[in-house]
């Protein structure tokens, strides 16, 4: 379902990429965007296809992955709310070297080239959020490359655990455990393993009271204990998305 955009769609807050922008500019972007609700599993673009604008996650989350050689999955990266997609193949003027789908409900505004590049080119703060968002994508990216190399699997699971529960995590309701909610066949992508393995593993956190599990939801219920999974005691890692 395609809908103007309003003003409202891009309620201002801490993580938002167009937070600081002026008026006049956000108008530009809100007049020329529309919105369209997504079901879950729905794909945004796909990997070659050529960007004729950016997608801004208004309320939901997508994962960002690569297609392997055996058509399976290599999720990357969880966008959220009030994060932008496709801005990477739209900048560098080439097609999309990978593909985005929903992994729940989701409503995401389309903004058509023409404008995104005309507010881009004439606002610093919307240059400096990008670049901090590309820098950001890189490092969790370069981060993920490096874990496939040279952690377990089971470290590579409560890793991916920690970065979750602060993409999942409910605005406004510190303290509270995350509900990370993601299908076992996305988790296994994301950590880079057979689903078996990683129903497994989530069984062993279990008993060992360091998670809680119901269906397709997850909460973090010993941190330290996830940590110590990790192999990061000692680090001064933060587990931040935006």
């Known amino acids: 379902m395609l809908s103007k955009l309003n003003t409202e769609n891009f309620r201002l807050r801490s993580n938002d990429i167009f937070e600081g922008l ?25 990997e070659g296809g050529i960007p004729a604008g950016i997608f801004y996650v208004v309320s939901g989350r997508a994962k960002k992955f690569k297609t392997t050689t055996k058509g399976g999955e290599q999720i990357f990266y969880i966008c959220g709310e009030h ?12 097609r999309y070297t990978d593909s985005a789908a929903t992994i729940e409900e989701a409503e995401i505004a389309f903004i058509p080239k023409e404008s995104f590049l005309s507010v881009l080119q004439g606002s610093a703060v919307l240059s400096g959020r990008l670049l901090k968002a590309l820098g950001h994508e890189f490092t969790l990216f370069t981060t993920a490359i ?79 204990g996830i940590v110590r999974e990790a192999n990061l005691m000692g680090t001064k890692t933060r587990f931040k998305y935006h």
Request: glycine letters at 6%; proline letters at 0%.
């Open 22 to 46: 002026s008026r006049q500019e956000r108008d530009t972007l809100t007049m020329s965007g529309v919105t369209h609700r997504y079901r879950k599993g729905e794909v945004i673009f796909r």
């Open 83 to 94: 994060e932008l997609l496709g801005y990477h193949a739209l900048l560098g003027d080439e």
């Open 146 to 224: 490096t874990n496939l190399a040279t952690k377990s699997v089971r470290e590579r699971l409560a890793y991916n655990l920690l970065l979750l529960d602060e993409k999942f995590k409910t605005t406004g309701k510190s303290g509270v455990a995350s509900e990370i909610r993601l299908s076992r066949t996305d988790l296994a992508s994301m950590v880079g393993t057979a689903k078996e393995t990683l129903v497994r593993l989530l069984h062993e956190f279990s008993n060992n009271h360091l998670i809680e599990k119901t269906g397709n939801t997850i909460r973090i219920i010993d941190r330290k």
